[in-house]
């Protein structure tokens, strides 16, 4: 079973940009489909970006063209490129596969943005 870690976090300004990484336990190469989900205050945990392992990506509405989810197979990392970042991305961010193991949610990492 592969473990997942993400980091990256922090505190940053709205229109300021985080890089997150997931760095996991063993390869992801053969993994078909990973994703970078979220889970605001109060809010249910959504999905923002899926990569393949194709290399074929896809987004959530509210992220699309300001987020970019890539990987290294030979790191065993995925990464989500957050940039003009805006209040309302605040979130825990998790890494998973898709659809989500159960077993595989991770402690997320916290991205704030506020002024």
């Known amino acids: 079973q592969v473990q997942l870690v993400e980091s990256g976090g922090g505190l940053v300004q709205p229109g300021g940009s985080l890089k997150l990484s997931c760095a996991a336990s063993g390869s992801i190469s053969s993994i078909f489909a990973m994703g970078w989900y979220r889970q605001a205050p109060g809010k249910q945990r959504e999905l923002v970006a899926t990569?393949?392992?194709?290399?074929?990506?896809n987004y959530a509405d509210s992220v699309k063209g300001r987020f970019t989810v890539s990987k290294d197979n030979a790191k065993n990392t995925m990464y989500l490129q957050m940039n003009s970042l805006k209040p309302e991305d605040t979130a825990v961010y998790y890494c998973?596969?898709?659809?989500?193991?159960?077993?595989?949610w991770g402690q997320g990492t916290q991205v704030t943005v506020s002024s």
């Open positions: 990569i393949r392992s194709g290399g074929s990506t």
């Open positions: 998973n596969v898709r659809p989500p193991f159960e077993g595989a």
